[in-house]
């Protein structure tokens, strides 16, 4: 079965650090780019970061870049998220995707063909 199943999400507080992961199955992850992708409550989806089919180029969105940073494990078929130094304006629902192959990519992209369930992040004293 092709799925993504995010986890790792909490309740932190401010400043704290979290790491979510993306365990994925059902189709070959090391040949995709994959992304995160957050949506707030009342808010649109917002891109956070995009790394490449071998882990060595990352993207990232002003709002994180510095706190983020994405990685991956393609003998584990998993992403993952390690947030640092986090804000209440982190609280989200975050979302992994992933990139349709063939496809020239740029940062910001959305066209995402395949999306996890997504995993709670709240920040908060």
């Known amino acids: 079965q092709v799925q993504l199943v995010e986890s790792g999400g909490g309740l932190v507080q401010p400043g704290g650090s979290l790491r979510v992961s993306c365990v994925t199955s059902?189709?070959?992850?090391?040949?995709?780019?994959m992304s995160w992708v957050r949506q707030a409550p009342g808010k649109g989806l917002e891109w956070i970061s995009t790394i490449n089919t071998g882990g060595v180029g990352t993207y990232y969105a002003d709002s994180v870049k510095g706190r983020f940073a994405i990685s991956r494990d393609n003998a584990k078929n998993t992403l993952y998220l390690q947030m640092n130094s986090l804000k209440p304006e982190d609280s989200a629902l975050y979302y992994c995707?992933?990139?349709?192959?063939?496809?020239?990519?740029?940062?910001?992209?959305?066209?995402?063909?395949?999306w996890g369930q997504g995993t709670q992040v709240t920040v908060s004293s």
């Open positions: 995707a992933r990139v349709p192959s063939g496809i020239s990519y740029y940062p910001g992209f959305m066209g995402y063909d395949l």
């Open positions: 059902g189709f070959p992850f090391s040949i995709y780019y």
